[in-house]
């Protein structure tokens, strides 16, 4: 048995939630914050046997596509603010970061 943890942007987030269900997967929904843009992150737990994992991996990169956002750049600490323009940066978010791991013991009560 394997547990996938796969952080999604919250855009992603029903999307991905309703074709889990579909595919009769059941997995629990956390919500949780991106460190470097401060957004809404979506964390799934997912239980699944080992042959199934490969499956819940394509529905999640069917799911779960990057895109490109612009965000302003943070002002230099300790420089001269006066000369500093901040000039929008195009940056890639979404998609999904996800981790399999061996799962010891499972216990359902």
Do not use: W
């Not at 029903?14 to 997995?27: I, P």
């Not at 401060?38 to 895109?67: H, M």
């Not at 500093?84 to 890639?92: G, K, N, T």
């Amino acid at each position: 048995m394997k547990l996938i943890i796969a952080v999604v942007q919250d855009k992603d987030s029903n999307r991905l939630s309703h074709a889990l269900v579909k595919a009769d997967f059941r997995a629990t929904k956390l919500a949780s914050t991106g460190g470097f843009l401060k957004a809404g992150n979506t964390t799934f737990l997912i239980g699944v046997e080992d042959e199934k994992v490969s499956g819940v991996l394509e529905i999640i990169k069917s799911n779960c596509k990057a895109r490109e956002q612009l965000v302003a750049p943070v002002s230099p600490m300790g420089g001269n603010a006066d000369s500093y323009v901040p000039y929008p940066v195009e940056i890639q978010v979404g998609g999904a970061t996800v981790f399999v791991v061996p799962v010891e013991q499972f216990e359902q009560f």
